[in-house]
């Protein structure tokens, strides 16, 4: 059996809701599972971006960006969360392929994320995530706020641990072909979550995550057959 491995980080739900959607397509391959893992909060509540910001006040721009509902939307989502596993390098190591879904923050990936790949830095010496197929999906509060900048910069420490990159073709994917504000790419799935949080992911958005999942467990699959980089 391939197992396609999910790696995700999300604070106010939107990555959990596409881990969703990915891990449906991933189970329309045959011989295919997914394994549905995330990256914890740190441990320090001081240093929770989130948190930190509870006791401001709702003036200015933090009336634009609704910040107590932004933790109580906090709160209830990490509760939500509980359940699913903890991300540990063993999962990475026995994976036949590695998605990653983190929203935008500033740009590029969450600290908490970049974190956990740095602990992960220590298969580039032992070479065991060479060759397995990764790919990308994010969230951002809107569509000019970096969500594609995020993928493209995410690409660099996977590139750095040897795995092989799988993008979002146009043309399974014709959704993004429109004049509405919806996520995606070439470079991978996206969602826009709206300055206060409250869109949520769109049927389109959901279909092309779908579909992403299928893509990667279906080159999982083959390589698991043809071990290509087997030394
Ligand atoms: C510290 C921080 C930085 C953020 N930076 C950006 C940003 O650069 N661009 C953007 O569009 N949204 C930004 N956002 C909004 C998040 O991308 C948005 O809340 C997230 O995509 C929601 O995903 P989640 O529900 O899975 O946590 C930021 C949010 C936080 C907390």
């Given amino acids: 059996m391939t ?3 999910i790696v995700y980080y999300s604070a106010f ?35 929770r971006v989130v948190n930190q910001r509870s006791n401001q006040k709702e003036e200015g721009l933090g009336q634009h960006f609704k910040l107590t509902k932004r933790v109580e939307d906090y709160d209830r989502v990490q509760e939500e969360q509980a359940s699913i596993p903890i991300a540990a390098m063993e999962d990475l190591r026995l ?6 879904g983190f929203p ?26 060479e060759g397995k197929p990764t790919a990308l999906f994010t969230s951002a509060g809107s569509i000019h ?13 996977l590139l750095h641990l040897g795995m092989l990159f ?3 073709p ?26 206060d949080g409250s869109r949520i992911p769109v049927e389109e958005e959901l279909t ?8 990667v467990a279906r080159i999982a699959k083959a390589f698991t057959v043809a071990k290509p980089f087997d030394k």
């Fill in 3 to 5: 197992e396609v491995v």
């Fill in 13 to 47: 739900g939107h990555i959990a809701t596409l881990s969703e959607a990915i891990a449906k397509g991933v189970e329309r391959v045959e011989g295919v599972r997914y394994k549905l893992v995330r990256i914890p909060e740190f441990n320090d509540p001081s240093i």
């Fill in 95 to 100: 994976a036949d392929g590695i998605i990653w």
């Fill in 104 to 129: 935008t923050y500033l740009g590029s990936m969450p600290a908490q994320v970049k974190s956990f790949l740095d602990q992960a830095g220590q298969f580039c010496t032992t070479g065991d995530l």
């Fill in 145 to 157: 706020g970096g969500h594609e900048a995020t993928l493209l910069s995410s690409l660099v420490p």
């Fill in 166 to 168: 799988v993008g979002l």
């Fill in 170 to 195: 146009y043309t399974e994917n014709p959704e993004y072909l429109t004049d509405q504000a919806i996520g995606c790419s070439p470079y991978g799935v996206s969602t826009l979550a709206g300055p």
């Fill in 208 to 215: 092309m995550a779908s579909r992403l999942g299928e893509r």
